[in-house]
T-cell receptor, first 114, second 115 residues
């Protein structure tokens, strides 16, 4: 069983819908991440939270809104998405600064925008 | 700026062959970490190894081995006697330390091991 759990695993939504992706980690980590993986593109870092504070926002459109209520949970709120937002969204966690360790990933949410 | 390059987009080998996946990185930091991850068809990235920039010792774990050469900014990954289960996309990654641990991933190499 993975230490990072993402729900749902698959999501189909219309462009006018609002939905949320959820990520939960049971590893006691302090940093959590959202990545986007599109076909034929490298993994794109979207957001980073260290100790519940957002430390990175990689020029992500405002239709993606992250929320980190505590160090174990991370959400990605979605609204008025575009078809090009269809991708695999991966959540990860790591020990965070200053130690620096490997990140552990969830299985991802496969999002399709229709 | 940090960057990871994996020049091999796709590699196909026949089972039991050895295969090396290349990784070249760029960073101005003196302290950093390097990683390899495996992404099977299920989608989850599986951590394989972490290497600290101060530790240039090569590492072997079963059929896997890693060659870290700071002089050429390379961190190559070799699978010996490949198996069909090794078929996956492999990612090399770089992270900063003490400046916000953001992981920068290479584009990945898709490895197909044919029976």
């Amino acid at each position: 069983e993975t230490g990072v759990t993402q729900t749902p695993r698959h999501l189909v939504m219309g462009m006018t819908n609002k939905k949320s992706l959820k990520c939960e980690q049971h590893l006691g980590h302090n940093a959590m991440y959202w990545y986007k993986q599109s076909a034929k593109k490298p993994l794109e870092l979207m957001f980073v939270y260290n100790f519940k504070e957002q430390t990175e926002n990689n020029s992500v459109p405002s239709r993606f809104s992250p929320e980190c209520p505590n160090s174990s949970h991370l959400f990605l709120h979605l609204h008025t998405l575009q078809p090009e937002d269809s991708a695999l969204y991966l959540c990860a966690s790591s020990q965070g600064d200053p130690q620096g360790t490997e990140a552990f990933f969830g299985q991802g949410t496969r999002l399709t925008v229709v | 700026a940090q960057k990871v390059t994996q020049a091999q987009t796709e590699i196909s080998v026949v089972e039991k062959e050895d295969v090396t996946l290349d990784c070249v990185y760029e960073t101005r930091d003196t302290t950093y970490y390097l990683f390899w991850y495996k992404q099977p068809p299920s989608g989850e990235l599986v951590f394989l190894i972490r290497r600290n920039s101060f530790d240039e010792q090569n590492e072997i774990s079963g059929r896997y081995s890693w060659n870290f050469q700071k002089s050429t900014s390379s961190f190559n990954f070799t699978i010996t006697a490949s198996q069909v289960v090794d078929s996956a996309v492999y990612f090399c990654a770089l992270s900063r330390v003490n400046y916000g641990q953001n992981f920068v991933f290479g584009p990945g190499t898709r490895l197909s091991v044919l029976p």
